[in-house]
């Protein structure tokens, strides 16, 4: 392109909604990349394989149909070729734009400002008063002051907890990994290492009693594990919703 031309133009979105609704993905190709061609060179060349080529269409025949299609009443015939109306405004607005900001540039810029002076800004800077530190050095008492806050100290990862290299009991790990992934859910505190060799250990003499565990407290929307009572009687159901809830958080508190 030209320096004497502009280098860009403005794109209407929903213009180009409109004029092309309904169009395939070739069809907005082939005008696209026509439109660009007329805002670089002013008008399109008045051949058909030329317009094919300009279009990214692979032969002329394909291009064809395209342009007796939709693109004919895009276009219309001006001298030597075609031209789209809405973009001929488009690039005569941009033109002007674009030749008004280099006769700016020619006089300097931007106008300044009333009072400004060559070089510097509209209001001047107040003296430095007498006896004043140098810019940028800081002042005796701005030392004395000053304090340096310590960033904060970044929270440690909790160590991520494996059940597989803590027991090769099949039923213990599918139980523990289903209450794990629970209390991930549930937004609750993990438990500690400690606490999972703990739970494990007793698990591995009894899984099917921690596997029926697991799953009532799941259900009953506990945050710890209860043992579930051959008799009938459950450890959760048998308190009242105080006693409950204050088992639950020493529960969680200390795993």
Known sequence: MSEKNPAY???????????????SAEEKGCYISLLVHQFVHGALPDDMGRLARIAGCPTEQVFGKVWNDVLRNKFEAVEGGYANARMAEERGR???????????????????????????SAVDKPAAKAGAEPAGKPTQTQTQTHTHTPEPKRRARAREV???????NVAVIAAATQWMRYRKEAKLKPWTLTTWRQKIAKAEGDP???????QQSIEQGWQGLFE????????????????????????????
Do not use: M, N
Not at 112 to 119: F, H, N, V
Not at 162 to 168: G, K
């Open 208 to 214: 099917r009693a921690f596997a029926e565990s697991v």
């Open 228 to 255: 579930v009572r051959r008799s009938g009687k459950q450890d959760g159901p048998g308190l009242t919703q105080a006693q409950q809830a204050l088992k639950d958080f020493f529960d969680d508190a200390t795993s």
């Open 162 to 168: 494996r059940i597989e290299d803590l027991t090769d």
């Open 94 to 120: 941009a033109t002007d734009f674009f030749l008004s900001q280099r006769r700016k540039g020619k006089l300097g810029g931007r106008p300044r400002k009333p009072g400004a002076k060559p070089g510097g």
């Open 9 to 23: 133009f403005a794109f209407w979105a929903d213009r180009w909604l409109g004029g092309t609704s309904g169009w």
